[in-house]
């Protein structure tokens, strides 16, 4: 509805899809989060790669989308997963969730891979532009991988660690090495946004 002078007219619009989606390993539910209902799969194998539970795809035996869209169950070859037993919830609007200790220090990364400001520059301007949903309703994050000259991988979420958990996880579908690679997101850059990277 348009407000403005006079009388309220009806406008063409959309709205961003939010659903609660949960990830279970083995039968067991591991996480329940909110999120766009859409690339579940790569989110949840970005997000079991994220927070260390898995080191490749070949860990995976079994992936399954719930008929309902909203669950993914995932099944490893190892019948000994055990769900850790602390999770936090991560700052920033709808958070997110790790296992990780977000006071722990991790190694420098290192890496030859340089790109121009100019480059970045264009990289961020295709990476707006290639973000289907945020063209048509706003309100929603992008985050993409991407060599100094063209991207690799996009993706879109209401949550920006939900980006990066399916940027992850497609590149580990595709096969994709992350490593060398540039990651840019439309979102906060944040400490749990580093520790995912």
């Known amino acids: 509805i348009s407000v403005g002078v006079g009388e309220p007219q009806p406008v063409d619009g959309w709205v961003v899809e939010e659903a609660q989606i949960c990830i279970s390993v083995n039968g067991e539910e591991l996480a329940t989060f909110m999120a766009s209902p859409r690339d579940l799969e790569w989110m949840a194998v970005g997000f079991l790669a994220n927070e260390g539970i898995i080191r490749s795809v070949a860990e995976i035996r079994h992936l399954h989308l719930s008929k309902n869209g909203t669950c993914v169950d995932v099944w490893l070859h190892d019948i000994n997963f055990e769900k850790p037993r602390k999770f936090i919830i991560t700052a920033g609007c709808g958070g997110g969730v790790t296992f990780d200790d977000l006071s722990g220090q991790h190694e420098p990364l290192e890496s030859e891979l340089t790109a121009t400001p100019e480059q970045l520059a264009v990289l961020m301007r295709e990476m707006h532009l290639g973000a289907e949903l945020y063209q048509q309703a706003r309100g929603i994050h992008t985050a993409v991988l991407a060599t100094p000259s063209q991207i690799l991988q996009?993706?879109?979420?209401?949550?920006?660690?939900?980006?990066?958990d399916k940027l992850r996880g497609a590149a580990l579908l595709d096969g994709e090495e992350t490593e060398g690679k540039i990651l840019l997101s439309s979102g906060r850059i944040?400490?749990?946004m580093i520790n995912k990277a």
């Not at 996009?154 to 990066?164: A, S, T």
Request: with cysteine.
């Open 190 to 192: 944040s400490s749990e």
């Open 154 to 164: 996009q993706v879109e979420d209401i949550g920006r660690h939900n980006c990066l």
